[in-house]
């Protein structure tokens, strides 16, 4: 009685190449009675022909035989890329270790001796059935993912070129409704000091939005221009003291309005790098935009600036809210919402600190964060004195 097998996957057709006749009507018997359809051949060379018309699952191939041996039809099987895929399981006499090498080497992926039991055959062919029909789902799924992705990268490039399209013609005309808002407000001396009161008022809330939206369009054509590979860097020797007192002078009415007091600590003269000092400017600038926008009014925040061995370190330090695990898990990435608001009502885009995340690492610098909810936020950004070449 035949030893049946579970059920085959989706009636894989299994290809017989034996020139003994009663091998292969008792294999044929075999694998039909346990539902696999079945293909037969009796010399190597008609197998080979064969698979033109019918591809099989799996073939079944005898070793020894007088045109084409099974090494031979196994090897011209792996050579050819439409069909090298094929499981191939040999049906050998042969054990000694050097033939099984001899059918491992030219491409097989089991075998089976003669005389064969019919529950080994049928649980080899089976097992590599059964593993040729997950491959064959595996490349039909990874095609389907490649397509998807191909797609999604199409749109993905088309949504890029949007943002910056849009982006681009926003930004200047945003640039001439800030600069068109502080004339106006220059112009008010002629008017009674109520009515210039609530114009003025009026005036410094378009120009504040008109800045926030501003602010908005050029971190966006910022973080594109990063990921896009567009940012070049352009080392140079500049005095890293003068750009933190510059950057300072630019926030200080920023931090009077919220009664900050922005602290200096740098070294008496100065301190020469050699690196892209527009992106050294930027880092700078996000991070202490950061801590004007989210300390306390009242507070004070510490700009510090020192050089060691090799490097100069930047030390931007607040009393704001800090981070939590959450926050510091995630708070380099865009579009990030914190759990920390600003404490004046500003605007944030969360790109900032992304921004700073790429540059540093443009810059091959170190960044690193100390902070603990309640406790404020110290940002220390290492830099490399000479631009690594």
């Known amino acids: 009685m035949t030893s ?50 019918r591809r099989p699952d799996l073939v079944l191939c005898d ?32 054990t000694s270790t050097q033939d099984l090498l001899k059918g491992f080497q030219a ?20 097992t590599h059935t059964a593993l040729k029909q997950a491959q064959d789902t595996i490349k039909t799924k990874n095609a389907e993912l490649e397509q998807l992705n191909q797609h999604l990268t199409v749109l993905n490039q088309e949504k890029n070129q949007f943002l910056t399209l849009a982006a681009h013609d926003l930004k200047n005309p945003l640039s001439t409704l800030m600069l068109r808002a502080e004339i106006a407000e220059e112009s008010l001396i002629n008017f009674q000091p109520a ?69 200096l600590t740098l070294p008496e003269t100065s301190l020469d790098i050699i690196t892209d000092r527009l992106l050294v400017y930027q880092i700078a600038d996000n991070l202490l935009s950061n801590a004007v926008k989210y300390s306390p009014p009242g507070g004070q925040i510490q700009v510090s600036l020192k050089q060691h061995a090799t490097t100069a370190e930047l030390i931007i330090q607040d009393q704001g809210p ?21 404490t004046a009502g500003e605007s944030s885009t969360g790109l900032g600190l992304s921004i700073v995340k790429q540059l540093t690492k443009l810059l091959k610098a170190e960044l690193r964060l100390e902070t603990e909810p309640g406790q404020g936020s110290r940002f220390l950004v290492n830099l490399p004195l000479q631009h690594p070449a």
């Not at 075998?111 to 064969?116: A, E, G, L, R, S």
């Not at 009515?195 to 003025?200: H, N, S, V, Y």
């Not at 369009?217 to 567009?230: A, H, M, Q, T, Y």
């Not at 140079?236 to 900050?260: G, H, N, T």
């Open 4 to 53: 049946q097998a579970s059920s085959p996957p989706s009636s894989a057709l299994v290809l017989i190449i034996d020139d003994d006749p009663q091998n292969l009507k008792l294999l044929s018997y075999t694998l039909s009675e346990a539902g696999y359809r079945v293909a037969l051949a009796n010399s190597g060379r008609v197998a080979l022909e064969s698979l033109q018309r």
């Open 63 to 94: 070793v020894v035989m007088p045109d084409l041996d099974g090494y031979e039809v196994c090897r011209q099987l792996k050579a050819n890329p439409q069909f090298c895929d094929i499981p191939l399981i040999f049906l050998t006499s042969r």
């Open 107 to 126: 491409g097989a992926v089991d075998y089976v001796t003669k005389p064969f039991s019919q529950a080994e055959v049928l649980a080899r062919v089976q």
């Open 195 to 263: 009515e210039r009161d609530q114009i003025q008022d009026f005036l410094h809330k378009v120009r504040y939005d008109a800045q926030c939206m501003h602010a908005i369009v050029s971190n966006l054509l910022e973080i594109n221009r990063i990921e896009s590979g567009g940012v070049k860097i352009r080392p140079s020797r500049f005095d890293a003291v003068e750009l933190v007192q510059d950057l300072a002078e630019r926030y200080q009415p920023s931090a009077l309005r919220k009664q900050l007091d922005l602290d």
């Open 322 to 342: 800090g981070f939590s695990l959450e926050d510091k898990s995630r708070m380099f990435q865009k579009f990030t919402r914190l759990s920390a608001q600003p």
